[in-house]
């Protein structure tokens, strides 16, 4: 059997030229911008209108009511039709 004898910089070279640097090899996550999400008409309606129901059907603690959660969905969406 042949013994072959490379350093790590050699195999990465031939991989494609990579190096052992971090810095070269990926982009810092500083400069990636996050992507923009997208929103309809229709999300940006049901999502205030969610906002302004939701606490009728929460108690004093701030937890949701036996089927508050369900029923606050539910007007929301009926209140966010056209």
Known sequence: MVDVTMSMDE???LLGGLTMDSTTSTPSVENQVPKKKRS???????????RKVAPDFKMKSG???????????KLAHKMSKK
Do not use: E, I, P, T
């Not at 309809?40 to 969610?50: D, E, P, T």
């Not at 009511?65 to 969905?73: D, E, Q």
């Open 11 to 13: 195999y990465l070279s």
């Open 40 to 50: 309809s008409a229709y999300s940006r309606r049901y999502k205030a209108n969610f």
């Open 63 to 73: 937890k949701w009511k036996k089927n508050g959660f369900k029923s606050a969905v």
